[in-house]
């Protein structure tokens, strides 16, 4: 089983930048077993892929969206994954969760994701 645990979410303004943290338990294999993956929900809206990246961490996938302005990356000696969001827009405003999968390869869809975090607002005005 995995546990995870999102932080660094808040109010920030349009442009700003805002680092996401992800931390996990494990309980059966290592965090550098499991690939992991960002999304995001916004309000009235289903649940959207932000960005992946596969389990040792050299290869990643964006959404068009952020293509450019987000960066996924991982520690998996701190059994942490990370979300740094760079010249953030009012439309980037959601709940963001994290996501471990029990593939090794980046993963693009939700419903190959076997764990979830709790998720983070993280809200930006205009």
């Known amino acids: 089983q995995v546990q995870l645990v999102e932080s660094g979410g808040g109010l920030v303004q349009a442009g700003d930048s805002l680092r996401l943290s992800c931390t996990a338990s494990t309980s059966r294999y290592r965090f550098s077993d499991y690939a992991m993956g960002w999304f995001r929900q916004a309000p009235g809206k289903e649940r959207e892929f932000v960005g992946g990246?596969?389990?040792?961490?050299?290869?990643?996938h964006y959404a068009e969206s952020v293509k450019g302005r987000f960066t996924v990356s991982r520690d998996n000696a701190e059994n942490t994954v990370y979300l740094q969001m760079n010249s953030l827009k009012p439309e980037d405003t959601a709940v963001y969760y994290c996501a471990a999968s029990d593939y090794t390869i980046v993963i693009l869809t939700a419903d190959q994701y076997n764990y979830w975090g709790q998720g983070t607002q993280v809200t930006v005005s205009s």
């Open positions: 990246i596969n389990s040792n961490g050299d290869n990643t």
